[in-house]
């Protein structure tokens, strides 16, 4: 999820050759919300908590991740029809000076 929200690699503490020596990089993860804003917060969190470093502290099943999918998706659509309105309101109305009502 990460990368298909961000388009960046997870960064992990997997070795990587350098001058023909291993170095290991530290884990920075951004927020995908901070990458991308886009993102709404609870779908950002959802995502940080699934790549955790330690399997443990990552949700356990999809029992626990499908609830917390449903709650962004709900504020995605409330920010989507928000959204939506104000670029409606923002738009004037167009006035047919034509005086053909026949079309």
């Not at 399997?55 to 356990?60: E, K, L, W």
């Not at 449903?70 to 659509?77: F, G, H, K, N, P």
Request: aromatic share 4%; charged share 25%; hydrophobic share 30%.
């Amino acid at each position: 999820m990460y990368w298909c929200v961000t388009d960046h690699h997870i960064p992990t503490l997997i070795p990587k050759k350098k001058d023909n020596q291993a170095t290991a990089t530290p884990r920075e993860l951004k927020p995908p919300h901070e990458i991308n804003p886009n993102i709404p917060m609870p779908l950002s969190r959802l995502i940080l908590d699934c790549v955790q470093k330690y399997p443990s502290h990552r949700p356990t099943d999809f029992s626990t991740v499908i609830p917390r999918l449903e709650l962004a998706m709900s504020v995605t659509s409330a920010e989507v029809k928000t959204r939506t309105k104000e670029i409606a309101n923002a738009i004037p109305e167009s006035k047919d000076t034509s005086g053909d009502e026949s079309l």
